[in-house]
């Protein structure tokens, strides 16, 4: 060792030692420990989640119709856009359905929600309570009540039904959504747009509104989310030639799987991800509010 390299061991050893932060420890075990148990459990269930994703998307392009494989081929994707005219009835009826009831459902859950929270008035803990009823309740029986409903005042099953459903149970989501974005207000703000002259109008309009919408936009994806996947309640409320998507599949399933309905979710797939990556900005502007 030469004298520089001395030098140098001594000044390293006499600088002070850097306190090991718990994010740097972390780090340092989970180095050490590659394959820890969280780890392991983060990775199987991945797995769990998204194996039978890429399944589907294989299979979407295998040439026979079973599971046995074939060869390589396009024939089902060629089957759905030019001859599966029912399937995207189904479809566009359930996009339909998904964009309208959500729209009603975010108005209504989003003044209701404002509502509630605004004032006092008797029956307000009991309007509240009653509203997260189609959230606790079992969807077959809101599904029965519903069409017992539609029977009792004679309302022909179909499109209109389905949509007055879906408005149901999506209202409260939307609500409670609302309602949590409404606990962390900041009612001086309210009290200033008063003072500087604003009407109670004004104020909803521009200044309650814009603050709660990361709860509105949530609410609202929420409820086109959990109307595309309907399936029990609409079965009870759809009638001829108002078939869903969900109606349609499991019409379809009974005499089995059809490639085509394996090609129809890999572009709905397809659609989500090139969906959410063009609003990514939008999105973390929302968020970030």
Sequence with gaps: MNIKQVVRFVITSLKPAKPQT?????????????????????????IFLFLPLFVLILYSFNGSKGMHWSGFSF????????HSRDLWRAFWNSVFIALTSAATATVFGTFGAIGVNWYRFRFRNYIQT????PMILPEIIIGVSL???????KLKLGLLTIFIAHTTFNLPFVFLMV??????????????????GASERQTLLRVTVPICM????????????????????TYFV???????????????????????????????????VLLSYLLRNFLKYIAAK
């Design 22 to 46: 718990e994010a740097g420890k972390h780090a340092r075990r989970a180095s050490r420990n590659p394959f820890s148990f969280s780890q392991t459990v983060f990775i199987a269930a991945l």
């Design 238 to 272: 759809a009638g001829p030639g108002s078939s869903t998507l969900p109606l349609y599949i499991y019409s379809a399933i009974r005499f089995g799987v059809s490639p085509v309905i394996n090609a129809l979710s890999v572009v709905m797939i397809l659609g989500t």
């Design 147 to 153: 069409s017992i409903f539609f029977a009792g005042i």
């Design 75 to 82: 024939k089902w994707y060629e089957q759905l856009f030019l």
């Design 179 to 196: 309602m949590a974005r409404l606990d962390e207000f900041d009612f001086s703000i309210i009290e200033a747009a008063r003072d500087l």
């Design 130 to 133: 009653v509203s997260f009823l």
């Design 214 to 233: 990361p709860g509105i936009v949530s609410g609202f994806l929420t409820a086109i989310t959990i109307s595309l996947e309907d399936f029990v309640i």
